[in-house]
């Protein structure tokens, strides 16, 4: 099968690659490129593991194929965090406020909660579960998955954060 050209940046880096044009982006990104914080979970977009930003966009990366990110800029789970090592509000908020079990959803997790957060930087409880909605925890229930997000929320805008009561 003839392979296709594509130029991409991933966490902000330049990329150029040959792929057949069947290529999944989540197969570009982990066996490719070898970022493997993306999880391929149910390979049907129902689970939200493989998400990735794209162009300001949240994207199940087993839904499209690496062909149709040509040109585009995408974040992965291994560009949040800040070169130092520093971790982004969101993988603080998700450690300190222990959203996450086994950990298997957490990358999309934090990934669809960045642009979440981007494009609504005080979300209610309810704008958070809703926000969320397409990405499945089979572990946690999802209480501290939103405890990170308003964690994160409230760091990004400055203000102390402050639990619910139960």
Do not use: W
Not at 86 to 97: P, V
Not at 132 to 160: D, E, F, S
């Amino acid at each position: 099968m003839a392979k296709a050209h594509i130029e991409l940046t991933i966490n902000g880096h330049p990329v150029e690659a040959l792929v057949e044009p069947r290529t999944l982006l989540i197969h570009f990104i982990r066996e490719q490129q070898n970022l493997t914080g993306a999880h391929i979970g149910c390979d049907t977009s129902h689970c939200g593991a493989c998400t990735v930003d794209l162009d300001g966009m949240s994207v199940k990366s087993c839904t499209m194929f690496a062909v149709q990110a040509n040109g585009a800029s995408i974040t992965t789970i291994e560009g949040m965090a800040a070169p130092d090592g520093t971790l982004s509000a969101l993988q603080e908020g998700f450690r300190m406020m222990h959203g996450l079990q086994c950990g298997y959803c957490t990358p999309g997790m934090i990934m669809r909660s960045h642009r979440l957060l981007q494009e609504n930087p005080s979300p209610t409880e309810a704008e958070i579960r809703f926000g969320i909605g397409g990405n499945l925890c089979r572990c946690t229930g999802y209480q501290n998955i939103v405890k990170a997000i308003q964690y994160a929320a409230a760091k990004i805008n400055g203000v102390p954060f402050e639990e619910a009561a139960e």
